[in-house]
């Protein structure tokens, strides 16, 4: 075909070509009541069909370039999955530590390759097991520690020289000193710091706006006490990640995927700035930075999200923090598929769910996955629904061909639109933030918990009156079902913890216990890293419960505007 | 003269999820209701409370499955202060085969994941048929 006719008889460049072939098609679907506009969960706008003309405007190499190379949108390494597939890291944690660990290993024995472990309810609070306010939660929603002795029976006999760990600290009143406990373990088994990988989750949003108790740390310490993690790695623990910005839990709490990015951006833009502040090179701390996000319903802005997030990271190493380490540069990220999608009823349902939710995640580029088990919404997991879980993640990883070539998507004219509206959004919801003082400040004025909870009040109306679809919720439903499946019970856990910890306090050295605690709160007072403190702490046999009364009497106490 | 029906909201141990309770809260209120929301409390605290504010109504939050345990507690507290006569009711990850005891625990009604919000407004609406919404 010659040059004229392609370009058409009338002289037009190809694009008005198809411009004209592109309205022609669409005013046939108008005539016949079709052509509408529909909107993502998030509230960005949707055509029926997306052509070469939304895509125009893209300059391949600016905007998209290759994997593993700027801006990184396409995946944050060079060979994505063929170099290396994502990390099967599935959720654990019940009861007493001895118990966690025999479902560790047994995750491990069917081939996960990461462990993923979440404390429970007191620990992630800094309480004993024994405290009065906690018995009633000892064991449930992760495992319970108390001292270094649990740490130690937690990771008996498993390679942490070799398995990278992610411990689900979330706050980082309680995360100094568990991820204090872990390598002090380490250290004893002879694994230098150095060695160590894997991840604290360490987010101060997490004690202050998702998961909130009465008495919290205030915004600004609880801050505070994450970059000191993140400060105290940088220095000594150079392969750990020190914290992991909790996208995933800000959505849990009721964020849309436009603020569960904008979120997680904001929270480390201050945490890097704050290292800065300090004295720390951007390059030093940035390459360890990691996020958490959610895998949602909405399969292509998920993915588009997470193209979105990397292309932004990018940006704002590069142009605020003049970041030049590739490292610095590459948004890394676990995902869990959303808990909040998951429905009590019909339980087995939310294999499907998980599966969906799993494959946008690695059709996103994630560096590591957790699907979820089909009994989350009413209990812990079990040993059966934790396997049917492990090995939705392996079926994807092994049987579906997804992990072939990078970025498949890359391209799809309804992605590539996507992801640049989502960046835009995402943009526009960061200059309000900077506007309402940055992420701590809005944390401290309640603009954080407001901005959510409105998101999730909207979210569930929108369930109710059925504009949502939830199967087997608000419709498809089956009245009297019977449950299909046996349901989790919490092992016996307090008379454990309350008797390993009473063996742990009448051996210790009180005067250097009284010695360490008097340390921490003095750290706590002038600003000393307390993780330089807590290192050393730990092993005196200080409890948990202990460090964050400690931390509280110095730092004071905080409650979060809710309602 | 009636009066609005007064519900104090409260979540139980140290379950810290606090979307449930505050979709709740919100609903009861924007149905007219007047909500008190105290976050985390200790069962005794909970139902002091529901006393000094002179609630009708406790709702109690948890997905941590502390509620076997503690929800029965702030029934039997409310109970020795004289305030048994309350109408105490429960939300969040509660498996199926809990609901009986807890009633026969005195829990008024248990409403686990996925429940409407409007169910939740009803409920408590028809359990006094005397007030305005």
Known sequence: ?563 | MTRKIRVVMARLGLDSHWRGSIMVARALRDAGMEVIYVGNQDPETIAETALQEDADVVGLSSLSGNHMELAPRVVNALRSKGGGHRTVILGGTVPPPDVPRLKEAGIAEVFGPGTPLERIVRYVSACFPQNPR
């Open chain 1, 1 to 563: 075909m010659s040059e004229k006719s392609r370009s058409g008889e009338d002289g037009h460049n190809p694009r008005e070509i198809i411009r004209q072939a592109f309205e022609e098609w669409r005013r046939a679907l108008e005539r016949e009541d079709l052509w509408s506009e529909d909107s993502t969960r998030s509230g960005v706008p949707v055509k029926p069909l997306y052509t070469p003309l939304d895509t125009a405007s893209l300059d391949y190499l600016r905007d998209l370039g290759f994997p593993g190379s700027e801006p990184y949108v396409r995946g944050a390494y060079s060979s994505m999955y063929r170099g290396r597939s994502w990390t099967v890291r599935q959720l654990a944690g019940f009861g007493p530590p001895e118990e966690t660990n025999r479902r560790y290993k047994l995750l491990l024995k069917e081939g996960a390759t990461g462990i993923n472990g979440v404390f429970d309810y007191p620990t992630l609070r800094g309480y004993d097991s024994t405290d009065p306010v906690a018995r009633a939660d000892v064991g449930r929603g992760g495992v319970a520690v108390d001292t270094l002795e649990d740490m130690r029976i937690l990771f008996d006999g498993i390679p942490i020289h070799e398995v990278s760990t992610s411990l689900v600290t979330c706050n980082p009143v309680s995360n100094v000193t568990l991820q204090s406990m872990y390598f002090a373990n380490a250290l004893e088994r002879g694994i230098p710091l150095e060695k160590l990988r894997g991840t604290s989750q360490n987010d101060f949003l997490m004690e202050t706006a998702i998961t909130t108790a009465p008495e919290s740390l205030p915004p600004a310490h609880s801050f505070r006490l994450c970059c000191d993690a993140i400060e105290f790695c940088a220095r000594r623990a150079p392969r750990w990640n020190p914290v992991s910005f909790t996208g995933y839990n800000y959505r849990e709490a009721g964020c849309n995927a436009v603020q569960e990015v904008a979120f997680v951006v904001a929270n480390a833009v201050a945490c890097s700035e704050e290292l800065v502040r300090r004295g720390l090179e951007v390059d030093r701390f940035a390459p360890r930075l990691s996020f958490f996000l959610s895998a949602h319903n909405d399969f292509f802005e998920e993915i588009a999200k997470y193209r979105a997030a990397r292309r932004i990271w990018h940006r704002v190493m590069k142009e605020r923090f003049a970041a030049r380490d590739p490292g610095s540069l590459r948004f890394r990220f676990h995902v869990q598929t959303a808990g909040a999608a998951l429905t009590a009823q019909q339980p087995l349902n939310n294999i499907a769910r998980a599966a969906y939710h799993a494959m946008a995640a690695v059709l996103g580029g994630a560096q590591s996955l957790h699907v979820d088990a089909y009994d989350e919404a009413l209990c812990t997991p079990t040993e059966q629904s934790a396997l049917t879980a492990l090995r939705t993640n392996q079926i994807l990883l092994l049987e579906t061909g997804v992990t072939r070539t990078a970025d498949p998507l890359g391209g799809s004219y309804y992605v590539e639109t996507l992801t640049n509206r989502l960046e835009e959004e995402i943009l526009e919801l960061l200059e309000e933030i900077e506007n309402q003082g940055g992420m701590v400040r809005a944390v401290e004025t309640g603009w954080i918990h407001r901005t959510i909870n409105e998101t999730a009040y909207a979210y569930q109306q929108a369930v109710e009156s059925g504009e949502i679809p939830v199967v087997g919720l608000n419709c498809h439903r089956m009245e009297e079902e019977e449950l299909p499946m046996d349901l989790f019970q919490v092992p016996e856990t307090l008379s454990v913890q309350e008797k390993r910890l009473r063996k742990v306090l009448r051996e210790r050295d009180e005067a250097q216990v009284q010695k360490a605690l008097s340390a921490v709160e003095h750290a706590a007072t002038s600003g000393e890293n307390l993780m330089d403190v807590l290192m050393e702490g730990v092993t005196r046999g200080i409890t948990i419960g202990e460090v964050s009364r400690a931390i509280k009497r110095a730092l004071g106490t905080w409650n979060a505007p809710l309602l």
